[in-house]
């Protein structure tokens, strides 16, 4: 067999166009990594087909540190054992929004929850 690469790093992005979280593991799905890019911000003022706020639209969004409340719910699916045994290009289940639930450290050292209207208030201040 020849070696065609090596992993240095894995990283999962749990809001769309936050910064990213180093892990020492991933589980990876036909949808790929479990627990990536689950959470977004809508921009109602966004185009039609991508209604998320996004760092090419708000660069700033790129300094925020989202981070998963419980990390140990948000490293595999709520179905493992199960999935485990699925045929390729099945899905497994997704977890609860309580069980993925994130927060967000802000640039100015303060953490909000993801949901919080505070958090909103804070990126509109920016």
């Not at 706020?53 to 969004?61: I, N, Q």
């Not at 140990?72 to 999935?83: G, M, S």
């Not at 069980?99 to 509109?124: I, K, M, N």
Request: charged content about 20%; hydrophobic content about 45%; proline content about 8%.
């Amino acid at each position: 067999m020849t070696l065609l690469g090596q992993v240095a790093s894995l990283w999962r992005y749990p809001v769309k166009s936050m910064a990213g979280q180093e892990c020492r593991e991933l589980y990876f799905g036909f949808a790929g990594a479990f627990g990536d890019r689950c959470w977004a911000l809508h921009d109602a003022a966004a185009r039609r087909g991508m209604p998320y706020l996004t760092a090419t639209a708000f660069e700033t969004l790129l300094c925020y540190q989202p981070s998963f409340r419980c990390p140990e719910r948000a490293a595999l699916p709520p179905n493992h054992a199960e999935a485990a045994s699925m045929a390729p290009g099945l899905t497994p289940a997704n977890a609860s929004a309580e069980e993925l639930a994130v927060d967000v450290l802000a640039p100015t050292g303060e953490r909000f929850a993801l949901e919080d209207p505070r958090f909103l208030q804070h990126l509109a201040a920016t």
